[in-house]
């Protein structure tokens, strides 16, 4: 493994760890509390293929690309399983206490575990307060004036429904 590719590895398996996974255990909720991570044994690491806007979203935030000369570095990574859906990767890391990966917030139920980073615990409030760091925005674009049934929708996207 190159040192880059060993690189883009790392920071994702740690940032990764309580993204998605850790099945029936207790939540990683801060580093003082992880302990040692070498009693997971081998850890699947669950990722998006490329061109999905998670996997796009979540490495532009780390600053890493994991496309080398046009090749995805994960095809033939051995220590890799690339998932074509968030829902997949919910469900390989359900079905595997090992299994790390990362997807949206509002994808994690209660046999997944969200990571806090630097303390900081992924929830509603740190989400809408901006204080948790791993976070995208979403835009809503149209042309031209807006139909009423458009402007309902936004209002509802504002409200309530914007909400996590």
Known sequence: MTGRKKTAFLLMAVLMIGCSGCGNREAFQTQEKNGDASKLGEIAVCVREAGSGTREEFENYLGITTIEDGADIYEDAEYAQIIESSEAVIQTVEDNDSAIGYV??????????PLSISGIVCSKESIEAGSYPLMRSFYLAWS???????TDFLRYVKGAAGKI
Do not use: A, E, H, Y
Not at 104 to 113: A, L, R, T, Y
Not at 144 to 150: R, Y
């Open 144 to 150: 031209g004036s807006k139909s009423d049934l458009q």
């Open 104 to 113: 949206s917030v509002g994808q994690v139920n209660s046999k997944v575990k």
